[in-house]
């Protein structure tokens, strides 16, 4: 079994799968889509993580379900992450914060957020090319490897 978890959903052009795996990777972790884990088994890991697309603002409705059937913790550590066709603004619209606010009430200690762009062809974008083609790209992906390594040294102390 593998240290750590990340619970994902990547549904249209694999954006947030890309750094799943890059997390994965470093981690020594487990993805797993939500309807893959039973929640109670979370506490069999070391580490958390939890990530989806944007939808609407949000992160994934199936990702947000899972969340909230997530058993009570006493501080396992955790970390959020998103693509998104826009970015990320904490102060004016925060897309991690209702995924934040669920987890930190079932004791979850967040060590850490990540988020970039991602390739975007909803709606009418989809006629016109999409936006963020090629999102994450190489860099995205280097900042993705360089989060998880910092994750590790939280969590080791």
Known sequence: MASSIIVCVSIHHGNTLKLARVFAKVLDAEIVK???????????????????????????????EFAEKAPETSGMPAFIFSTSGLPR???????????????RRKGFRIVGEFSCRGYNTHGVLEK??????????????????AFANNLLKIIEG
Not at 89 to 103: A, G, Q
Not at 128 to 145: H, S, V
């Open 34 to 64: 939500p309807d893959e884990i039973i929640p109670e088994d979370l506490g069999d890991y070391r580490l958390a993580g939890f990530g989806s697309g944007i939808y609407f603002g949000r992160h994934h409705k199936s990702l947000l």
């Open 89 to 103: 603004i904490p102060i004016l619209h925060d897309y991690h914060k209702p995924l934040l606010r669920m987890l």
């Open 128 to 145: 016109l090319g999409g936006m963020n083609r090629g999102r994450p790209n190489e860099e995205d992906l280097r900042r993705a490897e």
